[in-house]
């Protein structure tokens, strides 16, 4: 088959060629070569191929890449880019605050109701909240346009505030963390507790592991394979006094139960139906032991987390060797424990220091 493509200038019919003197160019397009021959007109009656007698504009429409014919079935499609279970979570807790503030389908808001959500959002949640849920609704409806279900982005009226700083609030001091774990009698509570500070853990880290992620050494530590966000491995040493403590919870786990046919596939820290221990149970355990050390802080399982980088940071250690402990995808983000508690200042020059 041979095709041809005609440019005449601004004209869209062929049939106005016979009335102008202007070049014809003839494109022959067969297989994967093209042919390209010019002709300078020299009468008014031109033979035109009738196959491609007129030339017509036809409408162009939207471009759809989703089959998505309304929001529930686009939010989940959405959601479905994501893995971690604390992240749908948070996105899910957003979306439904979304739904109640503007109270509208996506494809019926416009930027009026971002700019009213994000005052709303700015009366009466905190900074932080204000901050990821507008982060959310942004990436939702980017998400929206981007495959045709939306024909605009609305959520480009708002921008995400810049986040308060509020680390320093959230570390804990050294002598404060070590209060709680030397107070945790039950040695599972602390085994937990001082886990989660050696090895710089999340929660959720923490909740996954089993026992054949735990690796001894021969001077006495030992590496633990943590499976992290955007489920990422991480090599981690274990101190050897925290190894220790490990392995006497483990034969006090072996002995009170019995009935474990496969210790090194069965979790680390479990409950007594043998299923992971579910991240809420760990934040009580951390609750209780905060509340047995007297401290006023709301303590989290973070704090301890918080608490590894800073303290770790301040006895010296490399930067790059505290990234690659808690995983930090930017180094950006473990050199703000270095500003969280600055150890001198400008002012100590100064006559009235």
Not at 294 to 317: M, V
Request: a positive charge.
């Amino acid at each position: 088959m041979i095709l041809f493509d005609v440019i005449i200038g601004r004209h869209k019919h062929i049939s106005d060629i016979g009335a102008i003197g202007e070049s014809l160019i003839l494109t022959m397009c067969v297989g994967k070569r093209h042919y390209h021959h010019t002709m300078k007109q020299r009468t008014k009656s031109l033979p035109i191929p009738t196959a491609i007698t007129t030339i017509t504009e036809s409408p162009i429409s939207p471009i759809t890449l989703t089959r998505a014919t309304d929001d529930q079935t686009l939010i989940g499609w959405w959601l479905r880019r994501f893995t971690s279970k604390h992240t749908l979570r948070a996105y899910q807790s957003d979306l439904a605050l979304f739904s109640k503030v503007v109270g509208r389908s996506l494809r019926q808001c416009v930027a009026d109701d971002m700019v009213s959500l994000d005052v709303w959002l700015r009366e009466n949640v905190s900074n932080a909240r204000r901050q990821r849920v507008i982060a959310t609704i942004k990436s939702l409806f980017r998400f929206a346009q981007e495959t045709g279900y939306h024909s605009v982005n609305p959520a480009m009226a708002i921008r995400v505030p810049k986040p308060t700083e509020t680390l320093h609030e959230r570390i804990l001091a050294e002598d404060e963390t070590l209060t709680m774990l030397t107070m945790t009698k039950d040695i599972r509570h602390r085994a937990i507790l001082t886990l989660i500070y050696a090895g710089g853990l999340r929660a959720g880290e923490l909740s996954g592991l089993k026992w054949k992620n735990l690796i001894a050494r021969e001077d006495g530590k030992a590496q633990l394979s943590v499976l992290g966000k955007g489920s990422k491995t991480r090599q981690i040493l274990i101190p050897a006094k925290t190894h220790h403590l490990i392995k006497a919870y483990r034969e006090a786990l072996i002995a009170d139960i019995t009935n474990i046919a496969n210790i090194d596939e069965s979790p680390m820290f479990q409950t007594s139906r043998g299923s992971p221990l579910h991240t809420n149970q760990i934040w009580r355990i951390v609750k209780q032991a905060s509340e047995r050390a007297g401290l006023s802080k709301k303590i989290s399982p973070h704090f301890l987390r918080h608490a590894h980088c800073s303290h770790a940071l301040d006895a010296g250690a490399p930067i790059h060797l505290v990234r690659q402990t808690l995983g930090h995808a930017d180094l950006k983000t473990t050199g703000r424990y270095a500003h969280a508690r600055p150890h001198e200042s400008s002012g100590e020059w100064l006559k009235v220091a």
